[in-house]
């Protein structure tokens, strides 16, 4: 076997602390979530993107619905 005596430490070491980060990260992410529902924007983006004159020009003034628009 060639190769460092410390390199197994260190390799487990470096694996433990990336495991725990991605599971803090993953927890965090699931505690925080900013979408209710799949499909559903979150309620104060919304009102934020709807004041904004570009995207309101671009969603037809603003106005969200549930009705379809016709093309």
């Known amino acids: ?25 993953v927890y965090y992410a699931d505690s925080h979530p900013e979408w209710k529902r799949p499909g559903q924007a979150p ?9 904004s004159p570009a995207v309101a ?6 106005e969200l619905t549930d009705e379809p628009t016709p093309r």
């Not at 005596?5 to 991605?22: E, G, K």
């Not at 104060?44 to 004041?51: K, L, N, R, V, Y």
């Not at 020009?57 to 603003?62: E, I, L, V």
Request: no cysteine; net charge negative.
């Open 1 to 25: 076997m060639s190769g460092s005596t410390a390199a197994p430490y260190v390799i487990a070491i470096v694996a433990m602390i990336s495991l725990a980060f991605l599971l803090i990260v």
């Open 43 to 51: 309620e104060h983006s919304i009102a934020d993107q709807a004041s």
């Open 57 to 62: 020009s671009h969603t037809g003034g603003g």
